[in-house]
């Protein structure tokens, strides 16, 4: 059964401590994409990674890290220092990402996260 | 950069009928217009998408236009269906470049 997922569906957290959201996806692309979605907003880039070992900071990638040392996961650490962390946040991925041509994006199911 | 406007921002129709999503899209340069579907508490689904080459594209009930004169592109839903009921969302990108998605639209299907 090939998708994305993310973990977990729903994750509290005290304000000051750092969480990291999983996402892994087994549909063998190369890009993957974090997103934050706020209400009635639409969605914003957080970070995105075209290959293993390689990401690049997005619209909003203050107070977030990431790292991709597998090409099935990509996990986000939302810091201590991102000023409003509660949202709902989406992963995607795509076979590819580049010059050219653009690809299909495909999302996780999500991870709200609320901080208090 | 890129900026994508989309109206309405709620919309109501009897089952049956057709809905009408809109987004206006700033930069010349877009070339790939996907449209998603988010159910409530779930992750957007791509329902359909759209490249510059063509002017139009349909998939049973839905069906998107494209007006790269004007910078506009708009979602069909017709025979509108209760779980037609949903946020809709557009997107905007030049090839290569990342995403820019629109607000978003609610759309109500009264039985």
């Known amino acids: 059964d090939g998708g994305i997922t993310q973990s977990p569906k729903y994750l509290f957290r005290k304000e000051g401590q750092n969480v990291t959201l999983s996402c892994e996806q087994n549909?063998?692309?190369?890009?993957m994409y974090w997103y934050r979605q706020d209400p009635g907003q639409g969605l914003r880039l957080i970070y995105y990674?075209?290959?293993?070992?390689?990401?690049q900071k997005g619209d909003i990638a203050e107070g977030y890290s990431v790292s991709r040392e597998k090409k099935e996961s990509f996990p986000l650490t939302v810091t201590s220092a991102q000023k409003n962390p509660t949202a709902f946040y989406l992963c995607?991925?795509?076979?590819?990402f580049g010059e050219g041509r653009t690809y299909e994006q495909y999302f996780g199911p999500g991870t709200r996260l609320t901080v208090t | 950069g890129e900026n994508v406007e989309q109206h309405p921002s709620t919309l109501s129709v009897q089952e049956g009928d057709s809905a009408v999503i809109k987004c206006t899209y700033s930069?010349?340069?877009?070339?790939?217009f996907p449209w998603y579907k988010q159910e409530l508490g779930k992750g957007p689904q791509l329902i359909i998408d759209?490249?510059?080459?063509?002017g139009e594209k349909k998939d049973q009930r839905i069906a998107v236009t494209l007006n790269k004169t004007a910078k506009h592109f708009s979602l069909h839903i017709t025979e509108t269906q209760p779980e037609d009921s949903a946020v809709y969302f557009c997107?905007?990108?030049?090839?290569?470049?990342?995403?820019?998605f629109g607000p978003g639209t609610r759309l109500s299907v009264l039985p």
């Open positions: 995607a991925s795509s076979i590819f």
């Open positions: 549909l063998n692309h190369d890009a």
């Open positions: 990674s075209q290959i293993v070992n390689d990401f």
């Open positions: 930069d010349s340069a877009s070339n790939y």
């Open positions: 759209i490249r510059s080459n063509v």
């Open positions: 997107a905007a990108t030049p090839y290569g470049q990342n995403f820019v």
